[in-house]
């Protein structure tokens, strides 16, 4: 897979994709990822990318002519070794506040995408005529950033652990919060008492069935507690899980 991403701050992206599972990735080469500055897309000698909004109002917007240029320039040069698969699709996004809650699903989603565009807005936003380039716009929450830059950051992050052979155990990604419309269950590991709390008695019981169980009320309980809004939009049934003698640090 190909991500490219354009930036007017390059020098943002080095810290988080070259270490960790993201820097392993590209050295294996299972996902590419390129980063542009838009900069190099314009023509004088300021190297401008904003001007004065029409209509009057605060701050700046970024100017059209350096962002298409520079898509059209990135999708001619990354888009050939995957334009002959018909199954091949290529995606552009804009990084903006007003653009579709990013989630697991869509993640999952981008995954399969031959190539990933991601244009990192700033200012006060970007000239709407830059829409005419994108597929879709994606936002990381409700609340505004300076710019685009970490919510791309978060994009590639979230994506990149659906493409197999970045993350070493395929399983993983699927017993995640949010996959399944639940938060994820707790999780214990040694020493099996620590500072006088113990280890819920019936993850050391070998009994899968019913620790399979015990997380799935878990999940639910926690979710019920913290998130009751994914239980309703995925037809969750809200309800207390009772407190039960599995180990005193169940949720109740």
């Known amino acids: 897979m190909r991500i490219d991403v354009l930036t007017i701050f390059p020098e943002m992206f080095?810290?988080?994709?070259?270490?960790?599972?993201?820097q392993r990735a590209q050295e294996q080469h299972v996902v590419e990822i390129g980063i542009h500055n838009l900069r190099d897309y314009t023509h004088d000698k300021r190297k401008t990318v904003d001007d004065r909004p029409y209509g009057g109002g605060p701050g700046m917007i970024m100017k059209p002519e350096p962002i298409f240029e520079a898509v059209e320039d990135i999708k001619r040069k990354t888009c050939r070794s995957h334009a002959k698969d018909p199954a091949a699709?290529?995606?552009?996004?804009?990084m903006s506040p007003a653009g579709e809650t990013l989630t697991s699903a869509r993640a999952q989603q981008l995954a399969?995408?031959?190539?990933?565009?991601?244009?990192?807005?700033?200012y006060e936003g970007v000239d709407e005529r830059v829409k005419t380039l994108i597929t879709r716009s994606l936002s990381i929450g409700d609340y505004v950033l300076t710019g685009g830059e970490l919510p791309a950051m978060v994009v590639i992050d979230?994506?990149?652990?659906?493409?197999?052979?970045?993350?070493?155990?395929?399983?993983?990604?699927?017993?995640?919060?949010f996959m399944t419309?639940?938060?994820?269950?707790?999780?214990?590991?040694r020493p099996p008492v620590f500072r006088g709390l113990d280890v819920p008695d019936v993850?050391?019981?070998?009994?899968?069935?019913?620790?399979?169980?015990?997380?799935?009320?878990?999940?639910?309980?926690g979710t019920a507690m913290t998130r009751p809004d994914l239980m309703q939009a995925n037809?969750?049934?809200?309800?207390?899980?009772?407190?039960?003698s599995e180990g005193h640090n169940a949720v109740a």
């Open 181 to 189: 419309g639940l938060l994820e269950y707790p999780q214990y590991t």
């Open 89 to 94: 699709r290529c995606e552009t996004i804009l």
């Open 112 to 122: 399969s995408t031959a190539h990933v565009l991601i244009i990192c807005g700033h």
């Open 203 to 221: 993850l050391l019981s070998g009994d899968h069935e019913r620790i399979a169980k015990w997380r799935k009320q878990q999940s639910v309980a």
């Open 235 to 244: 037809g969750h049934q809200q309800t207390r899980t009772p407190q039960h």
């Open 14 to 22: 080095a810290p988080v994709l070259g270490v960790s599972m993201l």
């Open 158 to 177: 979230t994506l990149a652990r659906f493409i197999p052979g970045v993350i070493g155990h395929d399983q993983a990604t699927e017993e995640e919060s």
